[in-house]
């Protein structure tokens, strides 16, 4: 016998868990369908984000900080360590722990929300019947996993993610040729790692084995470094990843790609951007060439759910998609594929089901590179207010005349804003240097709130802090800039 909800949610990914929350609190019954398995066998909620991605990376992006501070800048402080060694075992260990607390965090948030989870594969089994679907359209889910179970719903939110791009002519063993997930479960730190992509998932990566010892070689197909960060701000980094031993090729073009399980090593020849052809052996080789949204097996044929010629859910600026009551969001529609901007996806399909007006900006959604340093930005770059034809002014202030910068002894980089010259209006924040993640936020709501560079400048930041950078940058609109 069929379970009869008012919303089912496929998907339990950041747009997934957080739209069936918010359903739930708006009244609503609500169930969510999530396949992932942890080691177990058991339920592993969070999707991509917190199984393979953003949580699992950060987690293994801080322990790798730690060890190369141990190993190389702690002497500074006067902290001496002898026989520094790494158990990556345990390192490891700790990132899977952290997952697993991010799991049980969210089935907590399930239970105290009475949301109704269930573990399988969720797919269109097809219109409901008309006894079932009351007070319009609804949808038989079926659920498979260690049984089979039939919901029903008159809202149907699918959100499904997205899965790593393979190379055609490299598919990925997670042995030898790795994607995200494969490349945060090494068991040994390889000599030699080769990257494909200079995208965020490849510098990330590429940045944790770096710091434990590998030698890294980033190729990228691009001609320019970060083409989608402001050209100013992608420089200082390209700067700092080379100094720190990152080996950065950029407008190659990847040829042949042989993985050698006998000599457990991958070779991979390219044509460099001077047009000469190279060959280059790696222990191992992450590919990082984009995502692919994640629409196999929802059964969408049933439905007559319209995707798009690259595999994407088709929808409208309200996430509706061509069939009533079906909504989707993530990953595997439009848009930047960052799992806050399916968080806000989520939440305000939830309140327009419920008759709200939930809202997205797309234009104030940050960006964050979580190496070191770090990256961030919001709203336009430089090139693209120049494309446009827009006046603006910009204004910059680098760490190394910032005092907490100075104590922290991480002084790489810069704060830049961009405002429109008339209006004074914030078009841009970007940030290049230690906390940029953080400090992004501030940005964030001054665009949200059409705050103007003067306005920034105007408020009162704490000292010492690395917010002062910003409050420097937003006075170096106006040139008067006070600490350079």
Not at 172 to 188: H, I, P, Q, T
Not at 218 to 231: K, M, N, R, Y
Not at 384 to 404: C, H, I, M, S
């Amino acid at each position: 016998m069929s379970k009869q909800f008012d919303v089912v949610v496929i998907g339990a990914g950041p747009g997934g868990y957080i739209a069936a929350i918010r359903a739930a609190q708006l009244g609503y019954s609500v169930a969510c369908v999530d396949e992932w398995k942890n080691a177990a066998g058991g339920p592993a909620p969070g999707g991509t984000c917190t199984n393979v991605g953003c949580i699992p990376s950060k987690a293994l992006l801080q322990s790798s900080e730690h060890y190369e501070q141990a190993g190389h800048h702690f002497a500074d402080h006067g902290i001496k360590i002898e026989g520094l060694s790494l158990d990556l075992a345990r390192l490891v260990g700790r990132k899977d722990t952290v997952v697993k607390q991010n799991n049980d965090g969210i089935l907590f948030l399930f239970k105290k929300n009475k949301v109704s989870f269930f573990h399988g594969r969720g797919s269109f089994a097809g219109a409901a019947d008309a006894a079932d679907a009351t007070d319009g359209a609804g949808y038989v889910i079926e659920v498979n996993g260690a049984s089979t179970e039939a919901l029903v719903a008159k809202h149907v939110i699918i959100a499904t993610g997205s899965n790593p791009r393979a190379l055609p002519a490299a598919p990925f063993d997670e042995k030898l040729v790795l994607s995200n997930s494969g490349a945060l479960a090494l068991d040994a730190v390889p000599k030699k790692l080769g990257v494909i992509g200079a995208g965020v998932i490849g510098l990330e990566m590429g940045s944790v084995w770096r710091r434990l010892g590998a030698e890294v070689t980033i190729l990228e197909a691009l001609p320019d470094f970060l083409g989608a960060v402001d050209t100013q701000i992608a420089k200082e980094a390209h700067k700092a990843f080379k100094k720190q031993g990152l080996a950065i090729e950029l407008g190659v073009q990847i040829g042949a790609i042989k993985a050698d399980a006998k000599s457990s090593t991958v070779a991979v020849d390219y044509t460099s951007a001077k047009g000469e052809a190279k060959s280059v052996v790696f222990d191992r080789l992450i590919v990082s060439i984009g995502r692919v949204p994640n629409t196999s097996g929802l059964n969408a044929d049933k439905v007559g759910l319209a995707l798009d010629a690259r595999g994407f859910i088709t929808v409208d600026e309200d996430c509706k998609t061509n069939l009533a009551n079906v909504w989707a969001v993530g990953d595997v529609v439009r848009g930047p594929m960052l799992a806050h901007k399916a968080e806000e996806e989520g939440v305000a399909v939830a309140e327009r089901i419920a008759g709200q007006h939930g809202h997205v900006n797309f234009n104030t959604i940050p960006w964050v590179i979580y190496t070191s340093p770090e990256i961030a930005w919001v709203g336009q770059t430089e090139e693209a207010l120049k494309a446009e034809g827009r006046a603006y002014r910009a204004g910059t202030f680098p760490f190394l005349a910032n005092g907490r910068a100075r104590a922290l002894g991480d002084t790489t980089g810069m704060v830049k804003f961009l405002a429109d010259a008339k209006t004074d209006e914030i078009l841009g924040v970007h940030i290049v240097g230690p906390m940029a993640s953080e400090l992004i936020a501030e940005a964030v709501v001054a665009m949200a709130f059409r705050a103007s560079s003067e306005d920034i400048a105007r408020i009162c930041h704490a000292h010492p802090s690395l917010s002062e950078a910003t409050k420097e940058a937003a006075l170096a609109v106006d040139k008067r800039t006070l600490n350079f």
